[in-house]
């Protein structure tokens, strides 16, 4: 069983809403992203930090590297939530948003509603299809 084939049976309007609340937390990632990194041209959605400016003395390159080594981090984990929303735009146009990635059923909506872009079902929960069965 392939849980791709299957389409969502989430109501248009709640879909709509995750689909508002993901566009608005992608435009605030892209803005932490861009208070220290550029959009790389040739890639979408990826940026690439701006390496700091302090001065020459070495004391003032040390800290460059160690500003840059953070951005670096940040830029990692803000790129990591973009693709998971990107992720969870693309289930959406595809007709299969909140279906778990590992069971195939509907996630719970409350679960949705706090993280949009979950694509299995909560853990606490449990998945119809136990994890064991599912990979032998
Ligand atoms: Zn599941």
New binding site residues.
């Given amino acids: 069983m392939k849980s791709a084939e299957k389409k969502t049976t989430l109501s248009p309007a709640f879909i709509k809403e995750m689909k508002e609340k993901l566009l608005s937390r992608k435009e605030k990632l892209e803005k932490q992203l861009l208070s220290f990194a550029k959009p790389d041209p040739k890639q979408k959605d990826n940026f690439n930090s701006n390496f700091p400016e302090f001065g020459d003395k070495e004391d003032e390159n040390a800290a460059e590297v160690a500003v840059f080594e953070g951005n670096l981090s940040m830029e990692e984990n803000l790129e990591q939530s973009m693709e998971m929303i990107n992720r969870a735009i693309q289930k959406i146009e595809k007709g299969t948003y909140g279906i778990?990635?590992?069971?195939?059923?509907i996630?719970n909506e409350e679960r949705l509603k706090i993280m949009p872009t979950a694509t299995?079902?909560a853990p606490s929960?449990?998945?119809?299809?136990k994890e064991s069965n599912s990979l032998k």
Avoid: L, P
């Fill in positions: 778990c990635e590992k069971c195939g059923s996630i299995k079902c929960q449990g998945c119809i299809i």
